[in-house]
């Protein structure tokens, strides 16, 4: 599939562009998902963590996934980035049906076409901010020199240009979720799914974070993220509500 954009070049939206946003997205189909249930068995109790979920999502929407605790955010979660795989229904990610896919598949799909963000980072922390970024390079087997270029370039691109060669304990919390989110990027997934990333950082850091997801949609990037902070949702263009594994509500808004 063609990408639409890239790292550097920031996409300019055009008013043709933000009119088919206004009138409802029209771009391409990232996941789909139709009946979707998902089962944890314990021992003599079965947990319906999700009881049938229909979901939509497109190129270049910005969503958020809420609902109280215990009600299968991250079950669903962990289902569109490949990280499980559903009890039953059908997934299928950029047309390619997930539902059923080995592990090693699953693997794959996770590596090249998922960017994970996470309330903690999980960075490595003897590592420095190159090297975090490049390790998902490495997985994908690009040679050192591309892979320095490519994680320096994302580096950039979250405003660490002065950052490089810093560990985690260099830096602050809002530097430390840059760095995570430009190792989500660096292998131009076909969506960023973040859950909770502002959730270990103050206020006007989770600000900042939410004005660098903002740039990134804006640049064509297709965003997921968790959150049970409304005025965190209310920068996405979309929220999706969860309550006891089903679908509560899917509102969306117009772009201004
Ligand atoms: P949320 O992220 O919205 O808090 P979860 O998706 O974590 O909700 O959990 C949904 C339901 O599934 C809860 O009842 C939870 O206890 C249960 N659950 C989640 N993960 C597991 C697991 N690995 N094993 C058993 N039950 C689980
Ligand atoms: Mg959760």
Not at 67 to 72: D, I, Q, T, V
Not at 121 to 144: D, H
Not at 157 to 166: E, K, P, Q, T, Y
Not at 217 to 229: K, N, Q
């Given at each position: 599939?063609?990408?639409?954009?890239?790292?550097?070049?920031?996409?300019t939206?055009?008013?043709?562009?933000?009119?088919?946003?206004?009138?409802?997205?029209?771009?391409?189909?990232?996941?789909?998902?139709?009946?979707?249930?998902?089962?944890?068995?314990?021992?003599?109790?079965?947990?319906?963590?999700?009881?049938?979920?229909?979901?939509?999502?497109?190129?270049?929407e910005?969503?958020?996934?809420?609902?109280?605790?215990?009600?299968?955010?991250?079950?669903?979660?962990?289902?569109?980035?490949?990280?499980?795989?559903?009890?039953?229904?059908?997934?299928?990610?950029?047309?390619?049906?997930?539902?059923?896919?080995e592990?090693?598949?699953?693997?794959?799909?996770?590596?090249?076409?998922?960017?994970?963000?996470?309330?903690?980072?999980?960075?490595?922390?003897r590592?420095?901010?190159?090297?975090?970024?490049?390790?998902?390079?490495?997985?994908a087997?690009?040679?050192?020199?591309?892979?320095?270029?490519?994680?320096?370039?994302?580096?950039?691109?979250?405003?660490?240009?002065?950052r490089?060669?810093?560990?985690?304990?260099?830096?602050?919390?809002?530097?430390?979720?840059?760095?995570?989110?430009?190792?989500?990027l660096?292998?131009?997934?076909?969506?960023?799914?973040?859950?909770?990333?502002?959730?270990?950082?103050?206020?006007?850091?989770?600000?900042?974070i939410?004005?660098?997801?903002?740039?990134?949609?804006?640049?064509?990037?297709?965003?997921?993220?968790?959150?049970?902070?409304?005025?965190?949702?209310?920068?996405?263009?979309?929220?999706?509500?969860?309550?006891?594994?089903?679908?509560?509500?899917?509102?969306?808004?117009?772009?201004?």
């Amino acid at each position: 599939m063609a990408r639409k954009w890239s790292l550097s070049a920031r996409r300019t939206p055009t008013k043709a562009g933000l009119e088919a946003r206004a009138y409802g997205p029209e771009g391409d189909v990232v996941i789909r998902i139709e009946g979707i249930t998902k089962q944890y068995v314990m021992g003599h109790a079965t947990v319906n963590a999700l009881r049938g979920i229909d979901l939509l999502i497109r190129t270049n929407e910005y969503l958020a996934i809420m609902g109280p605790s215990g009600s299968g955010k991250s079950t669903l979660m962990n289902l569109l980035g490949c990280l499980d795989t559903p009890t039953s229904g059908r997934y299928e990610f950029n047309g390619r049906d997930v539902a059923g896919m080995e592990d090693a598949e699953l693997a794959e799909i996770r590596n090249r076409e998922v960017g994970f963000v996470f309330q903690t980072f999980n960075l490595l922390p003897r590592s420095t901010s190159l090297q975090n970024v490049e390790l998902p390079l490495i997985y994908a087997g690009v040679p050192p020199e591309e892979r320095r270029e490519r994680a320096a370039e994302a580096l950039i691109s979250v405003g660490l240009m002065d950052r490089l060669h810093h560990k985690p304990n260099e830096l602050s919390g809002g530097q430390r979720q840059r760095v995570a989110i430009a190792r989500a990027l660096v292998n131009r997934p076909s969506i960023l799914l973040a859950d909770e990333p502002t959730g270990n950082l103050d206020s006007r850091t989770g600000e900042e974070i939410m004005a660098l997801f903002e740039n990134l949609y804006e640049m064509g990037h297709t965003i997921l993220l968790v959150t049970h902070e409304e005025e965190i949702a209310r920068h996405a263009r979309r929220i999706v509500r969860l309550r006891d594994g089903k679908l509560e509500s899917d509102t969306r808004w117009n772009d201004d």
